[in-house]
């Protein structure tokens, strides 16, 4: 499981969203995001990809997740 972290614009404003990627590799999961955010490209809003990383536990905050941040 993979998640991907986009970044939108609008206007002078910008924000992030994640979306989990269901994919086999990394390289897999980076092309099936990188479609998205062309296919997102539609409206108004410009997305972006920053990253898509390996997710065992994509979302949650617990203990594990406080620690890489230390």
Partial sequence: MFMAE????YNNRKWY??????AD???DAREKAERYARLM???EV???LNYVIEARRP???GDEELEKLI
């Fill in 25 to 27: 590799s990394i390289e």
């Fill in 17 to 22: 969203v994640r979306r989990i990627v269901e």
């Fill in 6 to 9: 986009f970044k939108l614009r």
């Fill in 41 to 43: 490209n539609r409206g």
């Fill in 59 to 61: 979302l949650i905050v």
């Fill in 46 to 48: 410009r997305w972006e």
